[in-house]
Every structure is written in structure tokens, then in C-alpha cells.
């Protein structure tokens, strides 16, 4: 087990992610296996609430911070294969989704968060670039082609 202790400030008002307790940053306990517990890209906890165990996120502006929403769906994987055979195989490889895609639960539905490829040739037709796309001289090899 490792422990881990978010340095911030002490009197930063937070609330326990699963009960009701609410209190101050200092209050909170340090965070056991924290590397397990944790998303990228989501919200850092302040701390482990001291009445449930639970990670206790910061309050801004009187309402909860934003949490990774609900990723901790025990049907993620097979959510993430499922919306790759319905959307990214059908596709012209311009779909993907991630292992770890973000869920959202809508009453009609389950968004999954996916990739969509704007394709070079695309983003030329609309003006627009990519700075990674390599040097493309297809249209004057198709012009020497054609008066050769
Ligand atoms: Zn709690």
C-alpha cells in the first residue's frame, strides 16, 4: 500500500465523493494506493475523507468540481468494444475509441467518447491544414501524369 498526501491548501473547502461529509482540505486523510484510484485528464482529489474512506474533491463555486463522470461503469470495456463494432469498423478507419474512453449515461442513451479523423484531403477541401501531414505532391504527380 502506498500513501500519498496532496500538498494544497489547508483551508480549501472540500466534499467526500460518496458520502455527505464536506469539511476543509487539512481535514482529509492521506490517499492509500492513489495510483489506482485516479483517471488522467480527471479532477485531483484533495484527500481521503475521514468518515468513509472515500476521495474528497474540492468544492469551486459552491458546487462540486467536475469528476470523471461516469467512467467507473463495470460495463466500460465491453461499452468501448461495442461502440467500435457499431461506429469505428464500419468506418473508413476515420472512428476510434479509446480502451479508456470517457462514458456519459443519457436516458436515451451511453455516449462513448470517440475519435473522429478529419483526413488530410478533407481539411485541404475546407482550407484548412494539418502541420504533421507529410509534403503531398499528389496533384502535380497527377498533372505530369496526364501530359506526359
Ligand atoms: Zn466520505
Not at 131 to 148: G, L, M, T, Y
Request: charged share 30%.
Amino acid at each position: 500500500m502506498t500513501q500519498c498526501y496532496i500538498q494544497c491548501d489547508e483551508t480549501l473547502p472540500v466534499k467526500c465523493d460518496d458520502c455527505d461529509w464536506t469539511g476543509t482540505a487539512g481535514q482529509t486523510e492521506m490517499i492509500s494506493d492513489i495510483q489506482e484510484r485516479l483517471t488522467p485528464g480527471g479532477v485531483v482529489p484533495a484527500g481521503q475523507c475521514p468518515e468513509c474512506g472515500a476521495l474528497a474533491y474540492p468544492i469551486q463555486d459552491g458546487k462540486e468540481a467536475a469528476k470523471p463522470d461516469d467512467s467507473d461503469d463495470p460495463q466500460q470495456p465491453e461499452l468501448v468494444e461495442l461502440a467500435r463494432s457499431v461506429f469505428a469498423d464500419g468506418s473508413d478507419n476515420d472512428i476510434e475509441v479509446d480502451d479508456d474512453a470517457a462514458l456519459s449515461h443519457g436516458n436515451d442513451g451511453i455516449w462513448v467518447q470517440a475519435w473522429v479523423l478529419l483526413k488530410n484531403d478533407v481539411l485541404r477541401e475546407n482550407g484548412l491544414s494539418n502541420p504533421e501531414a507529410p509534403f503531398d505532391d499528389e496533384d502535380e504527380k497527377d498533372e505530369e501524369e496526364a501530359s506526359a
